[in-house]
């Protein structure tokens, strides 16, 4: 058994090589003892749950005096009876009072997982050794039942957990704040890390030392944003990617969300994360039940490396679409940074042939096909293709391209509404908007009501007939705008607060549908390049797009900063034109291919206008691609060399595939200094007994002795070579030889 239940009130939860222990406490509360690496079951934990009486504040009940709520390690807090933390939930109870007191009253365990409604979720299909604790907690005078729910997915180190609220009084309640998980570690020597950026600049590392007080990273916008992500984690200082311990915490959900560190007096951290109380509210009538997202939580003694590769691993297998996570996804082309609006039928055809002759396997059509289209101001919401484009309708494209034995992808907003629009003429209602108050535009587009239940109908016969009629393969679902006048016409007064929520499962219900009416279609989701590259929306589109900052340079820090929480084949990487259409910047095709080979390859250029050597490149590349896909796609990723830190001018990746026997390293550097010092690259993730071939070479090398002596990079090359230069990459390629 994995999860033990000791004297009925020790529970310890146990993964390979993870501990996470907490204890119901004599006076009904449950208290924290222990998060981190691996410890023995023959322990009575006494010693953790030990308490010191603080005179200066206050306790449980006067029969208690040192069981004090300021100083228990709480599982799941609340405010209001002395625990002056940030809590992690809070009701409105009928008499308008904000005290909740919750006991607990049982636990059960049992084997598996089960997906949530209505909500993303983790799953256990393929008997992986999951096993759930729920733990019902109850507030006697109000009868409100809370639980808590605890799954160990052992051989990732992975913790999930979630909790629901059921309101069994005799009047609604109102729920101020439910977030999914909390952890209140006793000390706060750790560098919270969170990744942080703007459109084009998306998730790069910030780290910095917690301080007493409040800190943390939110979004406000009902999407992750580009400015925050849920994903953080918290290292000691000297971890870094190849040693030492480490937390990592993310959310299954793609709206609003607070990830919070609270450092109190005593030195200890609160970590708490979930749904963004503020904008957060929900009305719970008797009878019913309010479940929050899910929070995953990892744990690693190993460094970073270890658990960016244990987190994805879990995601592979248990969150994302299995039908896609196991498949190896297509190399495509997308037509937007070739032809912007400004496209016909033929030149979508060319595009589409030139890419087929150079092996390109999927073409993407993407905005600009629909209603009458031809900048960003008009017939979002039209769903019919643009005659005037297209006089013959999507078909003879996607049959061109079908016929060249390639996949089709096509590009859609569902979310999103233009006044400049037959459906805007048909129901203006379905606008998000606050009746007698003007409606904020972004990139000249309004929001439709995901909340409404008719938008949602509208949305998913429209898409799931082009779908069915022009058989598409791919769908890229973008969101260029976030959400303001944050009101739902469907709601009642009370449920205002409920909008933001109701909003992001109006989404999910949407990709629910999509997703089960066309099993085969792959979704890659998208807001303006990355901004909304959360768990959430992978479970239903299991790769995003990272960027649409396409530049390599900027892409090496945004896809490093993005490796930390996501795995390689959720990110979309493309090679597009030069100079760089948001930095201006020139780099070889060569660089460009080398860093976008980390994620899921494709090009987003005119390909139709390319000279022959930069088509001869691409043939080349593509065949590569081809040739290492699984372990690109598939391998366990390393950060070999951080873009972050030192001088900000070198990175090095690394994939290596399951058995070892091919690794593929990469180095990248910024800008060329002359007269170079002596350089060694050193690989990870060997079997140091194999032996190894670099780059087809003849001499041999020992697992061990690339990763540990290294491999000698030359920096002055030979006469006629050409010489290493400002935005530089290498690759090696490491291959086991008997
Ligand atoms: C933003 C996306 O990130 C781009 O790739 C492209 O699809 C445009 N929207 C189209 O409007």
Redesign the pocket.
Known sequence: MSITIKDHNVFHLQTDHCSYLFTALPTGQLAQLYYGAKVNQNNTFQNLATREWHDSTTSVDFDHPDYQKELIKAEYSDFGTGDFREPAFQITNPDGSRITNLNFVNAKVVDGKSRLAHLPSTFDENADDAQTLSITMEDKPTSLKVELFYTIFPHQDVIVRSARFTNNGDDAIDINRALSAQIDLPDHDYDLITFAGSWARERHLVRRHLFPGLQGVESLRTASSHQENPFFMLARPHTDNDQGAVYGFNLVYSGNFSDIVDVDQFGTARVLTGINPQEFGWHLKTGSSFQTPEAIMSFTTNGMNQLSQQMSAFYQQHLVNQRFSRELRPILI?N??ATYFDFDQEKLMKIAHNAHEVGIEMFVL???WFGHRDD?TSSLGDWFVNEKKLPNGLQPVVDHVHGLKMKFGL?F?PEMINKDSQLYQDHPEWMIHVPGRPATPGRNQYVLDMTDPDVRDYLFTKINQIIKETGLDYI?W?M?RNITEMYGAQLTKQQQLEFSHRYILGVYDLYDRLTTANPHVLFES????GGRFDLGMMYYAPQA?T??DTDAVERIFIQDGTSYGYSPNMMGAHVSAVPNGQVGRLTSIDTRAKVAFFGDFGY?LDITKLPADELAAMKKQIAFYKKYRPVFQQGKFYRLVDPFSGDHNVAAWEVVNNDQSLAIASRYQILNHPNPSYLRLYFRGLDPKKAYTVNGGSERFSGDLLMNAGYFVPRILPAGKEAPADFHADLFVAKAVK
């Open positions: 997308n937007w940074e993407d905005d600009g960003d590009w907003e890229k973008d260029n998208c807001a303006s390049g797009w960027s649409d987003e």
